[in-house]
């Protein structure tokens, strides 16, 4: 039982197959930018690129170790390597924003001295830092009210991963109608103390379950995520993201 119909998985993986391209054209495009704060040209090398460059392997690997095709119930030590990979994503994805904020904070949001204008703190991505919203030109003022709700998924997988509960990939899901004979066979399972009988046990749960490449970050509120549409969605966002920014700031350096 495939996550994706077959139109939707050779969509997928099409895209997929650009992302490290996309990575390449992408540093092509920012590596130039021209700068003036030694700060700011260190966040744009040493924090976007970077993390452009961790998100992009992650995908890679999450593809390699579960790719979007799987039907059979990976093994536990799979899904803990494809686990690792989605969390270093996130964490990398929120810290792009993050950088991509100090890049423009550390060039253009300075006092009449010359001096950063406001406190690391309030420098930031998302809607609540209304003030550092204020140093940017009205292009990425719209685009970012325009990415409002990835740029809060995104902060909402950060923090839960790093604050709550983590993400996590269910190992492998129940049909309704077999729910029932399901937990028998695991309370048998938990009141066993015989290897062989746990082993046989275990082979009869994983036959009346199935695989689903989903995401799920809330037990109690999140829907589950398609994690690799997700993936190459988000990477096709960096770029995006990238790009309005680079432009932008092209546009500042004109109107110096």
Not at 105 to 127: C, F, H, Q, V, W
Not at 156 to 180: C, F, G, T
Request: with cysteine; hydrophobic share 40%.
């Amino acid at each position: 039982m495939s996550t994706y119909n077959p139109d939707a998985l050779a969509e997928l993986q099409e895209k997929f197959d650009t992302i490290i391209d996309r990575r390449n054209n992408l540093f092509a495009l920012i590596y130039p930018t021209e700068l003036n704060q030694p700060k700011a040209r260190n966040y744009l090398e040493q924090g976007v690129m970077r993390r452009i460059s961790l998100i992009a392997q992650s995908v890679v690997h999450v593809f390699r170790l579960i790719p979007p095709d799987t039907t059979a119930i990976p093994s536990k030590e799979t899904i803990d390597q494809a686990t690792i990979h989605l969390h270093a994503n996130y964490i990398n994805l929120y810290g792009f924003m993050d950088c991509w904020a100090h890049v423009w904070a550390s060039e253009y949001a300075l006092d009449e001295t010359g001096n950063p204008a406001l406190k690391n703190s309030r420098i930031g991505i998302g809607s609540s830092y209304e003030e550092f919203r204020g140093y940017l030109n009205q292009s990425l003022v719209d685009y970012l009210r325009e990415r409002e709700e990835w740029i809060t998924l995104v902060a909402l997988l950060r923090h839960s991963l790093a604050h709550r509960v983590p993400p996590y990939i269910p190992p492998h899901m129940v049909d309704p109608s077999n729910e029932e004979p399901y937990r028998d066979l695991q309370a048998r399972w938990f009141n066993s103390l015989d290897t062989e009988e746990r082993e046989r046990l275990n082979s009869e749960m994983e036959s009346i379950s199935h695989f689903k490449a989903f995401l799920v970050y809330d037990l109690d509120e999140s829907p589950p995520i398609a994690f690799h549409a997700q993936l190459v969605s988000d990477f096709l966002t960096v770029e995006e993201f990238s790009q309005r920014f680079v432009f932008a700031i092209q546009e500042m350096a004109k109107h110096a």
